[in-house]
């Protein structure tokens, strides 16, 4: 199957600094990309849709401002939290597919835990 | 907007045991996926499955497209087989782009 990493694995800040994620497909060209965030003991929330060399799609609710992304490339996504706060603490995981691929892979996550 | 109901929310398995995990969603969907999530948190892909029947090893999963259902089996359960379930589901006609929704996930212990 389709490889996906992201990068750090775990992070910790301080309140009020920005962190970056990465998000790699290692071995397809991903068209689409997908950021989501998960609490404890819940489920996956899509977050945003991402799509190459365009504008971000976020989902209601989620502060575009706060949570950059950007897909500046066809193996490569990132999110930025700008100013992060404690409640801005969670496990961040991110997914990939193509046009001609029905199914999404998914990242090993980043566990984000602001101080 | 599309719901995913699965069912059960929580299992505990004696090892060997056999098991089925349901997923109803209340709309036609274009993909159907199943994760397992493991303790470290890496969703694996199981099955990708919109319609019909597949089989890997001791797991298979039938979905029912008209019916709006899909079922896991799990058979001869290992310890390793434990953490969560999920089925996620893109909608029909989703104008968003390929958005996935993600049921609330089926959380399984298998017991030595």
């Known amino acids: 199957g389709a490889v996906v990493s992201q990068h750090p694995s775990r992070v910790i800040c301080k309140s009020g600094t920005s962190v970056k994620i990465e998000c790699r497909s290692l071995?397809?060209?991903?068209?689409?990309m997908f950021w989501y965030r998960q609490f404890p003991k819940q489920s996956l929330m899509l977050m945003a849709t991402?799509?190459?060399?365009?504008?971000?799609?976020?989902e209601q609710g989620v502060e575009k401002d706060k949570f950059l992304i950007n897909h500046a490339s066809l193996t490569l996504s990132t999110l930025t939290v700008t100013s992060a706060h404690p409640e801005d603490s969670s496990f961040y995981i991110c997914?990939?597919?193509?046009?001609?691929?029905?199914?999404?892979?998914f990242g090993p996550g980043t566990r984000l835990t602001v101080l | 907007g599309i719901q995913v109901e699965q069912s059960p929310p929580d299992l505990i398995l004696q090892e060997g045991a056999n098991s089925t995990l349901r997923c109803n969603f209340s709309?036609?969907?274009?993909?159907l996926q199943w994760f397992h999530q493991n303790p470290w948190g890496q969703l694996i892909n199981l099955f990708y499955i919109p319609s019909g029947t597949k089989q890997n090893g001791r797991l298979s999963a039938t979905t029912v497209a008209t019916e709006r259902y899909s079922l896991l089996y799990i058979s001869s359960s290992q310890t390793t087989d434990s953490g969560v379930y999920f089925c996620a589901v893109e909608p029909e006609g989703n104008t968003g782009g390929f958005k996935t929704i993600f049921g609330a996930g089926t959380r399984l212990f298998v017991k030595a």
């Open positions: 991402s799509n190459e060399g365009s504008k971000a799609t976020y």
């Open positions: 997914s990939a597919r193509t046009e001609n691929y029905n199914e999404q892979f």
């Open positions: 709309d036609s969907v274009n993909n």
């Open positions: 071995d397809f060209q991903a068209t689409t």
